[in-house]
C-alpha cells in the first residue's frame, strides 16, 4: 500500500524516483583523552580540519556562483565566518588544553555547548544557524574521524529522490544533478537557505514532512511533487497513472509556454489582466519574461539580509532592484521593503525571543524600528524609479500612521539624493499590502496614503482564520474560499475603486484557477503568481468571460460556506476550464 505524505511546497517541478536516504548526521565520537604533550599537535590537527572544511566551503561557493549567481553564493559565507568565530576556534582549542581532550571531542562539545546557547529560542532563522553549525559540525568531524563524505553519489546508475531529515546548502549544491530529481525532507521551511538554492537549481523540493525519513525504505519507488508539497512512497498503479497524466498536462503546458506567453492576456469579452510575477532572486526575471509576465507584482527582497552577517550597502541592493527594472522596462516592477521576523530574521539583528513571531516584530514594524537598515534600501529603492516603473510597497500594515511615516522618511531621502545629484523618480508611487482584516476593514483609510494595494491572501487567509498555514495538521482548516476571505476581498477591490488605486492579488489564490475567477468576478484585473504558474493562469483568463466572473461572484458573496463558495465558482466557470486538471494541486473538493 502506498504512503502520501503532505509538507510544504520548497520548489517547483514533479518527479519520480528511487529513495536514496541521505544520513547527513553528527558522527560518533569516541572519548579519548590526551597527555599534556599532545596538545599543541591536537590544536594543529583541529586547524587543518578547519582550513579543509574552509576550503570545501570555497569551493561549493564557487560552484554555486557558476550554477546559480552570486546572490546565491552568499549563504555560504555565514559558514565561512563561523570557521573564523573566536568562540568556535578559541574555545576548541582551550577545550584541548584545558581538558586534555582530542581535536574531534573538544570540538564536538565546543559546538554542542554553542547548539544549547543558540536553541533557546525557536525562531525560524536561528534554527537556520543551527542548521549551519551542524553543518560545519558535521564536516569538521568527518574530517578529524576520517570517515567518508555520505553524499557520493558516484556508484548510482539510477535517479534518486534523495529523503532527509533536514539539508544545507552545501549539501544541495553538492549533490550530483545527473542522478538527484528531487528533495524530501522532514524539517526546512520554503525560505531555508537550502531550499532557495533548491528553487534556483530547478530542483523539485517538498519540506516539513514530518516523518518522511522514518517512514521511507532506501530504493523504495517515490513521487514527488514540488507544486502541491506532496511525496508518495511506494505508490500504486492508478497514482503512477495520474501522475504521468498530471505530467504529461504539465509537459504539454512547458511546450506551449513561448506561444502562451506571446498571447495577449483578455478574456473572451475583452477585458484586459495584468499578469506579474512574484520573484525571489533577480536571475529569475528572465524566466518570469519567458513565460510571459508583463512586469512584477511582489519582488521579495529578504535574500539580501536572509544568512547574511552583516547589513547589505545601498549600492549593492540598487544594483539588485536596478537589474530587475531594466528586466521589465515597460511593467510595473512593485518591490517589497524588507518582510523580516516571522520566519526571515538576519544574523545581525537581535532576534527577541518571542512566543509566536509571526505576532510578533515582523515586517513593517522591524523596518521602522531599524532607521539604518531601512533608510538604505529606501535610497536604494528610490534610485532604481529612475530606470523604470518601480513601485514600493509595505508588508504587514495595520495602521495609516505606519505608512506616514514611511512618507515622512521617504521625503527626507528624495532630499538627499536631490543634493547629491542622484536621479530618481520623484513620481514614484507607495502602496501597502492588506495581509490582515486589520488592514482590509480599514482599507478606506489606507487608500488616502497608498498609491496602490497589493492583496496578500496567504497571510490574510492566516490571519482572518487564526490558521497556521505551515501547520500540515491544519492544512484542512486553510481555507482561502471561506466566506469571510471572500467578503474581505470584495470590501477592499471596492475601496480601491472609490479611491482610483489599483488593486492587485500577489498571493496564492491568484494561481488557484478558481481564485484567478473569484478576482475577476470582484474586478481585480491585475493578478501576480510564481513565473511558472502564468501560462496556466493566462489560459484561464483567455477561456473565460467578465459578465460570468462577475454573476459568479455576487453569487459567492451570498453564500453561507466554503463549500458553496466554491460551488458557485465551479457553476460559473463551466466547461471553460478543466478544473479537474488542478484539482490534486489545490485540494480542492469539487461538487459532483
Same mark, same amino acid.
Given at each position: 500500500?502506498?504512503? *502520501?505524505?503532505?509538507?510544504?511546497?520548497?520548489?517547483?517541478?514533479?518527479?519520480?524516483?528511487?529513495?536514496?536516504?541521505?544520513?547527513?548526521? $553528527?558522527?560518533?565520537? &569516541?572519548?579519548?583523552?590526551?597527555?599534556?604533550?599532545?596538545?599543541?599537535?591536537?590544536?594543529?590537527?583541529?586547524?587543518?580540519? @578547519?582550513?579543509?572544511?574552509?576550503?570545501?566551503?570555497?569551493?561549493?561557493?564557487?560552484?554555486?556562483?557558476?550554477?546559480?549567481?552570486?546572490?546565491?553564493?552568499?549563504?555560504?559565507?555565514?559558514?565561512?565566518?563561523?570557521?573564523?568565530?573566536?568562540?568556535?576556534?578559541?574555545?576548541?582549542?582551550?577545550?584541548?588544553?584545558?581538558?586534555? =581532550?582530542?581535536?574531534?571531542?573538544? +570540538?564536538? =562539545?565546543?559546538?554542542?555547548?554553542? %547548539?544549547?546557547?543558540?536553541? %533557546?529560542?525557536?525562531?525560524?532563522?536561528?534554527?537556520?544557524?543551527?542548521?549551519?553549525?551542524?553543518?560545519?559540525?558535521?564536516?569538521?568531524?568527518?574530517?578529524?574521524?576520517?570517515?567518508?563524505?555520505?553524499?557520493?553519489?558516484?556508484? =548510482?546508475?539510477?535517479?534518486?529522490?534523495?529523503?532527509?531529515?533536514?539539508?544545507?546548502?552545501?549539501?544541495?549544491?553538492?549533490?550530483?544533478?545527473?542522478?538527484?530529481?528531487?528533495?524530501?525532507?522532514?524539517?526546512?521551511?520554503?525560505?531555508?537557505?537550502?531550499?532557495?538554492?533548491?528553487?534556483?537549481?530547478?530542483?523539485?523540493?517538498?519540506?516539513?514532512?514530518?516523518?518522511? +525519513?522514518? %517512514?521511507?525504505?532506501?530504493?523504495?519507488?517515490?513521487?514527488?511533487?514540488?507544486?502541491?508539497?506532496?511525496?508518495?512512497?511506494?505508490?500504486?498503479?492508478?497514482?503512477?497513472?495520474?501522475?504521468?497524466?498530471?505530467?504529461?498536462?504539465?509537459?504539454?503546458?512547458?511546450?506551449?509556454?513561448?506561444?502562451?506567453?506571446?498571447?495577449?492576456?483578455?478574456?473572451?469579452?475583452?477585458?484586459?489582466?495584468?499578469? %506579474?510575477?512574484?520573484?525571489?532572486?533577480?536571475?529569475?526575471?528572465?524566466?518570469?519574461?519567458?513565460?510571459?509576465?508583463?512586469?512584477?507584482?511582489?519582488?521579495?527582497?529578504?535574500?539580501? *539580509?536572509?544568512?547574511?552577517?552583516?547589513?547589505?550597502?545601498?549600492?549593492?541592493?540598487?544594483?539588485?532592484?536596478?537589474?530587475?527594472?531594466?528586466?521589465?522596462?515597460?511593467?510595473?516592477?512593485?518591490?517589497?521593503?524588507?518582510?523580516?521576523?516571522?520566519?526571515?530574521?538576519?544574523? +545581525?539583528?537581535?532576534?527577541?525571543?518571542?512566543?509566536?513571531?509571526?505576532?510578533?516584530?515582523? /515586517?513593517?514594524?522591524?523596518?521602522?524600528?531599524?532607521?539604518?537598515?531601512?533608510?538604505?534600501?529606501?535610497?536604494? =529603492?528610490? @534610485?532604481?524609479?529612475?530606470?523604470?516603473?518601480?513601485?514600493?510597497?509595505?508588508?504587514?500594515?495595520?495602521?495609516?500612521?505606519?505608512?506616514?511615516?514611511?512618507?515622512?522618511?521617504?521625503?527626507?531621502?528624495?532630499?538627499?539624493?536631490?543634493?547629491?545629484?542622484?536621479?530618481?523618480?520623484?513620481?514614484?508611487?507607495?502602496?501597502?499590502?492588506?495581509?490582515?482584516?486589520?488592514?482590509?476593514?480599514?482599507?478606506?483609510?489606507?487608500?488616502?496614503?497608498?498609491?496602490? +494595494?497589493?492583496?496578500?491572501?496567504?497571510?490574510?487567509?492566516?490571519?482572518?482564520?487564526?490558521?497556521?498555514?505551515?501547520?500540515?495538521?491544519?492544512?484542512?482548516?486553510?481555507?482561502?474560499?471561506?466566506?469571510?476571505?471572500?467578503?474581505?476581498?470584495?470590501?477592499?477591490?471596492?475601496?480601491?475603486?472609490?479611491?482610483?488605486?489599483?488593486?492587485?492579488?500577489?498571493?496564492?489564490?491568484?494561481?488557484?484557477?478558481?481564485?484567478?475567477?473569484?478576482?475577476?468576478?470582484?474586478?481585480?484585473? /491585475?493578478?501576480?503568481?510564481?513565473? &511558472?504558474?502564468?501560462?496556466?493562469?493566462?489560459?484561464?483568463?483567455?477561456?473565460?468571460?467578465?459578465?460570468?466572473?462577475?454573476? /459568479?461572484?455576487?453569487?459567492?458573496?451570498?453564500?453561507?460556506?466554503?463549500?458553496?463558495? $466554491?460551488?458557485?465558482?465551479?457553476?460559473?466557470?463551466?466547461?471553460?476550464?478543466?478544473?479537474?486538471?488542478?484539482?490534486?494541486?489545490?485540494?480542492?473538493?469539487?461538487?459532483?
Amino acid at each position: 500500500m502506498s504512503i *502520501v505524505l503532505d509538507g510544504t511546497p520548497a520548489s517547483e517541478g514533479m518527479s519520480t524516483g528511487r529513495v536514496f536516504r541521505l544520513e547527513w548526521g $553528527v558522527p560518533v565520537v &569516541p572519548h579519548r583523552s590526551i597527555h599534556d604533550g599532545e596538545a599543541e599537535a591536537e590544536i594543529e590537527r583541529f586547524h587543518e580540519a @578547519r582550513r579543509w572544511a574552509a576550503e570545501q566551503l570555497r569551493e561549493t561557493k564557487k560552484l554555486t556562483e557558476g550554477r546559480s549567481g552570486t546572490v546565491e553564493a552568499r549563504i555560504f559565507d555565514p559558514q565561512l565566518l563561523m570557521l573564523e568565530d573566536p568562540e568556535v576556534v578559541d574555545g576548541t582549542a582551550r577545550y584541548i588544553r584545558e581538558n586534555r =581532550l582530542s581535536a574531534e571531542r573538544a +570540538f564536538e =562539545l565546543r559546538i554542542l555547548e554553542l %547548539r544549547s546557547m543558540w536553541s %533557546r529560542t525557536a525562531q525560524p532563522m536561528v534554527l537556520d544557524r543551527l542548521n549551519d553549525l551542524e553543518d560545519l559540525m558535521i564536516r569538521v568531524l568527518h574530517r578529524l574521524l576520517g570517515q567518508n563524505d555520505p553524499t557520493d553519489l558516484a556508484s =548510482l546508475d539510477h535517479d534518486v529522490i534523495v529523503v532527509a531529515p533536514n539539508l544545507t546548502p552545501s549539501l544541495i549544491v553538492q549533490l550530483d544533478p545527473e542522478r538527484v530529481v528531487g528533495v524530501a525532507t522532514d524539517q526546512g521551511t520554503r525560505t531555508a537557505h537550502w531550499a532557495m538554492l533548491a528553487r534556483s537549481l530547478d530542483l523539485p523540493a517538498v519540506v516539513g514532512l514530518g516523518d518522511v +525519513f522514518a %517512514r521511507s525504505v532506501e530504493g523504495q519507488d517515490a513521487i514527488l511533487d514540488g507544486r502541491v508539497g506532496r511525496i508518495v512512497l511506494d505508490p500504486e498503479p492508478a497514482e503512477r497513472a495520474g501522475f504521468d497524466r498530471r505530467r504529461k498536462r504539465i509537459s504539454d503546458w512547458e511546450g506551449e509556454i513561448a506561444t502562451v506567453a506571446a498571447m495577449e492576456s483578455v478574456t473572451l469579452d475583452g477585458q484586459y489582466v495584468e499578469l %506579474r510575477a512574484n520573484l525571489d532572486l533577480p536571475d529569475e526575471a528572465p524566466e518570469a519574461t519567458a513565460h510571459g509576465a508583463s512586469g512584477v507584482g511582489l519582488f521579495r527582497t529578504e535574500f539580501l *539580509v536572509v544568512g547574511r552577517a552583516a547589513m547589505p550597502g545601498e549600492e549593492e541592493q540598487y544594483e539588485a532592484y536596478r537589474a530587475v527594472a531594466e528586466a521589465f522596462p515597460r511593467g510595473a516592477v512593485c518591490i517589497r521593503t524588507f518582510d523580516l521576523g516571522g520566519d526571515k530574521f538576519p544574523m +545581525f539583528l537581535h532576534m527577541p525571543q518571542e512566543e509566536n513571531p509571526f505576532l510578533g516584530w515582523r /515586517a513593517i514594524r522591524v523596518c521602522l524600528d531599524e532607521p539604518e537598515l531601512f533608510r538604505a534600501q529606501l535610497r536604494a =529603492l528610490l @534610485r532604481a524609479t529612475a530606470h523604470g516603473d518601480v513601485r514600493l510597497m509595505l508588508p504587514l500594515v495595520n495602521d495609516v500612521d505606519e505608512v506616514r511615516r514611511v512618507r515622512s522618511m521617504l521625503e527626507e531621502e528624495s532630499a538627499r539624493l536631490t543634493r547629491a545629484g542622484i536621479r530618481y523618480n520623484a513620481g514614484y508611487k507607495l502602496g501597502v499590502m492588506i495581509e490582515t482584516p486589520a488592514a482590509a476593514l480599514d482599507a478606506a483609510e489606507l487608500a488616502r496614503y497608498s498609491d496602490f +494595494f497589493s492583496i496578500g491572501t496567504n497571510d490574510l487567509v492566516q490571519y482572518t482564520l487564526a490558521v497556521d498555514r505551515t501547520n500540515t495538521r491544519l492544512a484542512p482548516l486553510y481555507n482561502p474560499f471561506h466566506p469571510s476571505i471572500v467578503r474581505q476581498l470584495h470590501q477592499v477591490a471596492r475601496v480601491g475603486r472609490a479611491a482610483g488605486i489599483e488593486v492587485s492579488v500577489c498571493g496564492e489564490l491568484a494561481a488557484n484557477p478558481l481564485g484567478a475567477f473569484l478576482m475577476l468576478g470582484l474586478d481585480i484585473t /491585475a493578478l501576480s503568481v510564481a513565473w &511558472p504558474s502564468l501560462p496556466e493562469i493566462k489560459k484561464v483568463v483567455r477561456d473565460v468571460r467578465m459578465e460570468d466572473a462577475r454573476a /459568479a461572484a455576487r453569487r459567492a458573496l451570498a453564500a453561507p460556506t466554503s463549500q458553496d463558495v $466554491v460551488r458557485c465558482l465551479v457553476e460559473g466557470i463551466g466547461d471553460a476550464v478543466d478544473l479537474k486538471a488542478f484539482a490534486g494541486r489545490w485540494s480542492l473538493s469539487l461538487p459532483g
